[in-house]
């Protein structure tokens, strides 16, 4: 309230000030309307993302604590704790910190991000749970089971609520069964086999990325698209700069990748159908697509020894343009759709990606003194560049968002 | 939004139980075996520390076993057990296919390790006798089949064809041979590491370290409940007469 105060008063004090600029003949009574429209926006925006975010911020790693705290009081007191007490401590746990925010959030009312954290914490806790009855039963076969339970009993719960943090646990919980199980699957190769996840990873990537297109697209799970499309983006983006290293050289081929690559494909084409049957549809959509899908085929045929040679003899260089095209169309999509998630993710990785190939191509050219101090004002101004250009476009699309 | 809330809880609340209610009954109803074990490599992990068991029927030779079926990685195994003298059950039989009766536990083939060694007589088509080493169990050959085969001077065989796979590789770095198998050895065979979901027993935060460096540790022995299916679950760790928690 003292906010909304505060930028009414500036606002007023603002546009007594204009009035007199246009009266002075110092500007036009246009750009008066423009320098109008452009502080009142972003003192919105301002304040959206203040203490609110602050409040979300703070709650959600409250929640994380709490459930920690319950974990480790546990694990501490293991041989003192009835087996039967532990359990129960447990589900009451999980079912006071699910009907306490069920209660701040949506029968009250008062206190709806607490009221979400909690809800949170208590998909933490359910996580908990089941570990913890892995522990007391010893139960040791087959762990990626864990966490893929877990995203897919939380998952139900994240939809009816719309709760993008408790879609983006499910979403995170999937993420590592999926390392976990094909990990699982790969035979043993030495660390060499880690690089092997690199395609699949980027084909998830893709494939949430696809999904929380769809999300978006449809009124209804719009609200729930976020945590699909950042992380998704992040994942893609993520191993797309890991690839422009070339890792594919060392990994070994299995055969298992391709069939986890495949499931994941089976679960992208059917995003893109959905999104292709809707009437209205985001612009550049198709190019999307085809984009998003155009990257897993180059990357998968890369992988694959001696399926395409020009692919795999060139294939650091292709790497590389395939990641600078995946920002350059990252952020122009981020600027054409006013996603401030793709400008953010796009401009960050332009610069990881910079100072990599800074990297490369100086370390052995340079003394090392110079190339330190170069590398180091190089990344001072970079950052500053970045930054203010990360600033002018997300300003950019605040104000159109205000005109419109 | 309430009535669907309660219901996506009690999804929930249901999964957990339901683990819990699935597993107590397998410790309730199942079969008692006791495994002679040594604990290996605990570690801290977030949730306190649990001990990595490994058990004598973890590490089996087929060949020993009375068995001469091929084991690859993720295969099911069904091994039998017998009672020894201190009330510890061993390793009596190996296979595939789940026996009819008698004691048996399943498990799941993590590795293996083959030192197969195959001698063959080759008679070339020129009538030559020869002796060739293959460091395989020469999967695919059997006596009387007709062969290709790329060897180095000493004898030893590079890669050979097949009925099945009757064109083999270019044999750029050795000599080619042609003839029928006269008679085929195998020696060595198969070790298996085999996992039965039994190999970690979690104890209190700190204790690990201390069950590994007991000096009573080489008398460990874990009580498993046995499934119908063969299929086990750790009820109790025990070191001597006491039972460790």
Known sequence: MKGTKKRNELLEALEGETARWVAEGIIEPAQRERILLRYSSLMEAQERGGPGQLVTTISIMGSVLVGVGIVLFVASNWSLIPKGLKLAIVLFAMLASYGAGYYLRYERGNYPKVGASLILLGALIFGAGMFLVAQIYHISAHYPNGPLLWGLVILPLAYLLRLQALMALAIVDLLIWLALEAHWHLPPHGLFSYLALTPLFLTAGVVLWGLGLMHREYPPLRGIGGPYVAIGCLVTLATGFILTFDPLRLAPRFGVVYSFCLGATVLFIPSVVARLLLKERQRWSGAECLGLFLIVVVVLMSYRRGYYPPLRENSKLIFNLLFALEIVGVVALGYVRRYAVYVNLGLLFFGLFLLARYFDLFWDLLPRSFFFIVGGLLLLLGGIFLERHRRRILSKLALQEARE | ?245
């Open chain 2, 1 to 245: 939004m309430r009535v669907k809330f309660v219901l996506a809880v009690s999804l929930q609340l249901l999964v957990l139980l339901g683990i819990i209610a699935y597993r107590a009954h397998w410790v309730a109803t199942g079969h008692r075996v006791v495994l002679r074990t040594t604990p290996v490599d605990p570690r801290d992990v977030f949730r306190g520390d649990y001990v990595d068991l490994r058990y004598e029927i973890s590490f089996l030779k087929p060949a020993q076993l009375g068995t001469k079926e091929r084991f690859a990685r993720g295969d099911r195994v069904y091994v039998g057990l017998e009672l020894a003298e201190d009330g510890t059950c061993r390793a009596s039989s190996l296979s595939k296919t789940r026996p009819a009766e008698g004691r048996f536990i399943q498990g799941r083939v993590v590795d293996t390790v083959d030192s197969s060694r195959c001698e063959i007589l080759l008679r070339e088509d020129s009538g030559l006798l020869r002796t060739l080493l293959v460091s395989s169990a020469c999967p695919g050959l059997k006596k009387g089949s007709r062969t290709t085969l790329c060897t180095r001077e000493d004898g030893t065989v590079l890669h050979y064809t097949t009925p099945e796979r009757p064109v083999g590789r270019e044999c750029a770095r050795g000599k080619q041979l042609v003839g029928i198998i006269e008679d085929l050895k195998v020696q060595g065979g198969q070790s298996l590491h085999v996992d039965y979901g039994i190999e970690s027993y979690f104890v209190e935060e700190g204790k690990g370290r201390a069950i590994e460096s007991s000096r009573n540790a080489r008398d460990l022995r874990v009580e498993v409940s046995l499934r119908e299916d063969g299929k086990g679950i750790i009820t109790a760790l025990r070191m001597g007469e006491r039972e460790l928690k």
